[in-house]
């Protein structure tokens, strides 16, 4: 593959039901998750878009970062799907690297394996993660060919991101490439209680599982 420019994109744009309050906001190593985030995409040198619908409670500690822009959804919101097609249209990269804001463990290491395996990889629409058996479709990256696949199954009101991965070439990261825990979304309150556990078994000395 050539040299691509790369975009990073972190979907903030969910109503966090499951949650009970704001994903982004969770508190996470000393600050936000949301911050974590959006400071290990920034870290790779990769100007980093934040697709929220709700940017006045986006913390100081990610609106204060170089290289960080913020908007709502260009369409009506309909999850992942309007954050994809409101990336492609406000940035100009060739490809877009997209992160949920619910990844604890996505750090620039993990983040780096995925890029540096596209680098390696040719015809491929999608570099998606794979870790534990399943595909991590908002822990990828996607070229910017891909988007008027996205912008159809919106105007179609199909708003399964599956549906649309199904008509891709996707590569996937081999097994053993990424920590299984890169992947893992803090979704719930006990999800959220279990990545606290096992970060503080990390900063404790133990070895990642």
Not at 74 to 102: M, Y
Not at 143 to 155: D, F, G, K, S
Not at 193 to 204: D, G, S, T, V
Request: charged share 25%; hydrophobic share 40%; proline share 6%.
């Amino acid at each position: 593959m050539g040299v691509l420019t790369i975009g990073g994109v972190v979907l903030a744009g969910g109503r966090s039901s499951r949650m009970g309050r704001p994903k982004e906001l969770l508190g996470w190593k000393g600050g936000t998750l949301i911050g974590h985030v959006v400071s290990e995409v920034t870290a790779l040198n990769l100007p980093c878009l934040i697709v929220s619908n709700a940017p006045d409670r986006l913390p100081g500690e990610v609106t204060g970062l170089s290289g960080v822009s913020v908007t709502g959804d260009l369409v009506p919101s309909a999850g992942p799907i309007s954050g994809i097609v409101t990336a492609f249209r406000v940035r100009r990269e060739e490809a877009l690297l997209v992160l949920s804001c619910d990844l604890p463990f996505a750090d620039r290491e993990q983040i780096g394996r995925l890029l540096a395996h596209a680098e390696r990889t040719e015809e491929w629409d999608v570099v998606a993660a794979r870790t534990d058996g399943r595909l991590h479709p908002l822990f990828a990256l996607y070229h910017r060919r891909t988007q008027p696949m996205w912008e159809e199954a919106l105007r179609a009101g199909r708003h399964r991101l599956m549906e649309v991965l199904e008509r891709l070439r996707i590569a996937e990261t081999p097994a053993g490439l990424l920590d299984d825990w890169a992947t893992y979304n803090a979704n719930t309150p006990e999800e959220y209680r279990k990545a606290l556990a096992e970060q503080h078994a990390r900063e404790a000395g133990r070895k990642p599982t």
